[in-house]
């Protein structure tokens, strides 16, 4: 008996995983977008508190901009909220047109 061979069709090629490098700066990325974030969110609070009577003016309007991105760097830098892991995770689906 006798068979015909049949075409196998070439493999596809997998998705290829993320270098390391774009793993990394696609984090980084994520870390300075979550720090921003909550830069501002700090930034409101404070905008609410009344300082008492050793601030007020705009020089504490100017320098509370700062003292708040500080502050959110600082939370970030913790990745104690899951800001960063969120964003990084829809970047990297961006990245490779994964939906889900």
């Known amino acids: 008996?006798?068979?015909?061979?049949?075409?196998?069709p070439a493999p596809t090629p997998a998705a290829k995983p993320a270098a390391p490098q774009a793993d990394a700066?696609?984090?980084k990325k994520a870390q300075e977008f979550e720090a921003m974030f909550l830069g501002q969110m700090v930034d409101e609070m404070l905008s609410t508190v009344d300082i008492?009577?050793?601030g007020g003016g705009h020089a504490e309007e100017t320098w509370r901009s700062f003292l708040s991105n500080a502050i959110?760097?600082?939370i970030a830098e913790q990745n104690s909220t899951g800001i960063a892991r969120t964003i990084e995770t829809a970047m990297q689906r961006y990245q490779t047109g994964a939906n889900r």
Request: aromatic share 12%.
């Open 25 to 27: 700066v696609t984090a």
């Open 52 to 54: 008492g009577s050793f």
């Open 1 to 8: 008996m006798e068979f015909a061979s049949l075409p196998i």
């Open 72 to 74: 959110g760097e600082s």
